[in-house]
Structure formats: C-alpha cells, structure tokens
C-alpha cells in the first residue's frame, strides 16, 4: 500500500512537471508551439539540414491590420480570429511542418527537405508560400459578442528564407522577417 502510494505521487509529479515542459514550449490561445519551441527546435533543424544536405525554408507570416481588428472588435473577437487563422494556417501546411505563434499576430513555420538544388529548393518554398497565403485568404466565420456571425477575411504579409546546413536559426529567421518587410 505504501509502494502503491509512492507510485501514485511520482506519477503525478512526473505529469505535472511533463504539463510545464508543455506549457513552457505551447502557445496558451493557439495550442501551437511557441517562441521557445523555435529555439529550442532550432539546432535540431540546423542539423537535420546539415544531415540531409536539403533545403530547408523558414515562412515567417504577420496578419495584416490585427491592431486595428483588435481596437474595432475588441480582444476576445481578436482572439477568436488568431484561433481560426491558426487552424487555417494548420490546415494548409504539411504535418511535418514546424508551426509557431512566435508573438502576437506573428507565425513562423519551418519547412524542412526541400530539394538539394537551390534554384529547385526556392521555387518549392515560393510554392508553399503562395498555397499558404491562398489559403489563409478564405474568410474567417467569427461570432460577436452579440451572437451575430460575421466572415473577416484575413490578409497576411509573408517573408520566406530558403537555408542550408550553414545557417545560423536567428539569422534566417532575421532574414525572413525583413523579407516580409519588404
């Protein structure tokens, strides 16, 4: 009874502490992984690039006018549009993709394997940023406070920095955030 009894209490504190690893590496509204998921996952990536001598491509995604959404609908319609942007952004990448809410109305995915030839590797990573923004422009089904269903159809700036085995995770995604920009 006494051994069953210790089983139960590491049991439970090996969930709690596996539920603040999660939450550490989880976006709270979004589920998706966060800042510190990026880097902790970033020599990870690094390294399957070096392994694989294959492109790897870094999408780095900012919903346009969110502030403006937010400040006219208020932040519990502004959280509800990240949510549906999210699952949207979700269900237009493959599984293997690496998605992140890096902050606020921010989003990172990280897309590995691309082809070993640059020039291929870069037409791949434009592709999938073209489905992805196709994809993120279909309309957001949102309900108002008041229960009135409204669509907001989104639009999204997207920056994409295509990488090999050499780069450096916070230069690339540097790169892809300025890429954006422009």
Do not use: W
Not at 16 to 31: M, S
Not at 97 to 115: I, K, M
Not at 158 to 167: E, H, K, N, T
């Amino acid at each position: 009874d006494h051994m069953t009894h210790l089983a139960t209490l590491a049991a439970e504190r090996h969930r709690r502490d596996e539920e603040r690893r999660r939450q550490a590496l989880e976006d709270a509204l979004t589920g998706l992984g966060n800042r510190h998921l990026l880097q902790s996952r970033g020599g990870e990536i690094v390294a399957e690039a070096q392994r694989s001598q294959a492109a790897h491509c870094l999408l780095f995604l900012d919903l346009d006018h969110f502030k403006l959404f937010n400040d006219n609908f208020g932040h519990l319609l502004g959280d509800k549009l990240l949510l549906q942007f999210s699952q949207n952004l979700r269900d237009c990448l493959p599984d293997a993709a690496l998605l992140a809410r890096f902050g606020g109305d921010e989003f990172v995915v990280v897309l590995g394997l691309l082809d070993r030839d640059r020039e291929e590797s870069v037409r791949q990573a434009a592709g999938v940023a073209a489905t992805t923004l196709e994809a993120l422009a279909r309309p957001c089904r949102l309900q108002a406070e008041d229960g009135q269903l409204f669509d907001h159809v989104c639009a999204a700036s997207i920056g994409v920095a295509v990488f090999a085995a050499d780069a450096r995770v916070d230069e690339v995604m540097r790169e892809a955030d300025q890429a954006m920009y422009r």
